[in-house]
């Protein structure tokens, strides 16, 4: 048998065979550690495998009749393909694998595999796409790959056509209804905290104002139907899709209820209002939806029907209005909606502003001169994001495990050293550090705080908890020093690096030139993971599902953040960089630490002067190690430049 068959069907089967197997593993070894309620119909669980079943299958079929080869990113097909179900959906297998996750989990009542195994299948899904499948494609075919009748309307000054308009009602409002009903299936969380005020419950319900309420949706979905070109539209669209991202994390991550006030209905306007509060929930109310999508459909209406912008608008605030003259929301959920929906439509100035400053710190180089020793200012970030770190860390450990807490950090410090000098190859007078040699170091170093009487998997979620604020500071020092750069970008999105010292100017021919700004990604990136973690945490989730949850958000960041990177010196293997290899090991490790079994307990977060002061002399310490060098001396490890 010839290799390359061999090669197929190993392949191939990792995929068909052992790819389920490991998702059904994982749930079944997970489901006591997710301890959420589950879509109790298991007709919907049907319904979603069957859909995600035909999608997949019919993907699969396609490729091999139309496309002469397989559908595998290794062995991919000889032609692009644009007819049968990839004529009106891009990725219909990976779409359909994930509905048949989801189904089969509500068929099975299995909350580990609803609540965690398919979320990360989606995630490792899209992070396959954007992180890979994307760029291959174009590398591959170029002008050729064109987009499906279902994908967002491009920005072109002409008329929508129906397909977009019908694109934004499945791209957009289809995954808000299954977000939003998801949220209501996860139900109020415990100690969730009460938004509304004593005051405000004893305002009285306006029935009749329900009709100016439910007029939200006519006022939304009308949207699509505008006189509009596919400029606008998709402007809609991208504004519809980062509202939904944004509302539901703060569904998920904020602790807040909101119960509607009671009333007794005395029409039919009452009646309706009370039949919608029975299809809805109090934990989805902050910031209230009704708001941002009356905010954003009256921008839609302007932008396309200008001469009635003030009709417009009135409506959106009537609309906001009857979001308290109904009971149905507190007014801190009406400033928490006019909030969202005025982020989400400044976005393109929000980015801009943050483009602008990430451009600024990348060419904010400065340095001291101390006699022979120079002080270089990047070294402040990440002696201040590990400060800030252990704290964290500290506070979750207890000042009697500060000295394990400190040799865990040293660990981590000299593991990152470590693996710049020998897995990055840099030359001996030379001190960079490798973020995964940090991590592995930091896991030795935990290994080592348990053979010290710590608990192993609370110093590895201590650890996993303050990573990304840790990782997130230290990326301020990439960007400073120019390493981890992306490559060339469009002006919009770029940075430009022009300082000398940076390693963009001195070792490659992009300066000056737009490159993705990689580190900022991998900034916004640990922001959400932290954000999640800690959230975790103050949950009482398990400390090995925190310490997994860690590697595995890390991984798919990673994997997604390197295809944007421009560093010719890592090296590929197998069509994929070797970080993005290493984050695949990140997210298989993840998967491992998920499985483990710990009690779940509420630990209290406490915090001291001992923590403090440990904290602060080791981020003097890594400024030393990271900011500080001798440039004339040749001696190992003496330069930083």
Known sequence: ???????????????????????????RATNDSIALPIVPDRMVGILASACGAVMMFAGMATLMLRGNGLPMNAYPPSQYVQSGIYKYFSHPIYTGFCGVAIGL??????????????PILMLGCAALVYG?????????????????????????????????????????????????????????????????????????????????????????????????????????????????????????ILPFTAQPRPFVPSGYLGTLLEFERAHDGPVAAFPSFHVVWSLLAAAAFCRSLPRGRYLWYMWSAAIIVSCFTTGMHTLADIAGGLASGYAVLRMPAIWETIRTLTERLANSWKEWRIGPVRIINHGAYVAFGSFGGLCIVGSIVGSGAVTSMVIVAFFSLVGAGLWAQFVEGSPSLLRPFGYYGGALGCMLGCVVAYVLGTDLWLFLAAFAIAGPWIQAAGRLRCLVQGCCHGRTSSPAVGIRYTHPRSRVCRLSALANIPVHPTPLYSILWNIATGIVLMRLYLAAAPLPLIAGLYLIFNGLGRFVEESFRGEPQTASFGKLRLYQWLSIASVGMGIVFTTVQHEALPIPMHFDVYIFFASFMFGAVVWCAMGVDVPQSNKRFSRLV
């Open 105 to 118: 989990s509500i068929i099975f009542q299995s909350p580990s595999g609803l609540w965690l195994v398919s």
């Open 132 to 252: 890979f499948e994307r760029q291959d494609l174009q590398e591959r075919f170029g002008d050729v790959v064109s987009p499906p009748i279902i994908s967002l309307p491009p920005a072109l000054d002409r008329p929508a056509t129906l397909s977009e308009r019908i694109s934004v009602y499945v791209l957009v409002f289809l995954p808000w209804v299954i977000l939003y009903e998801a949220v209501l299936v996860l139900g109020t969380p415990s100690g969730a905290f009460e938004l509304s005020l004593p005051s405000e419950r004893t305002f009285p319900v306006i029935e009749w104002t329900e009709l100016l309420y439910a007029s939200t949706y006519v006022f939304v979905f009308l949207v699509p139907l505008l006189p509009s070109s596919s400029r606008r539209l998709r402007t809609f669209a991208v504004n519809g899709l980062i509202a939904t991202a944004l509302v539901i994390f703060c569904f998920i």
């Open 1 to 27: 048998m010839k290799t390359s068959t061999i090669g197929k069907i190993a392949y191939g089967a990792a995929f068909v065979v052992l790819l389920p197997l490991l998702l059904l593993w994982w749930a």
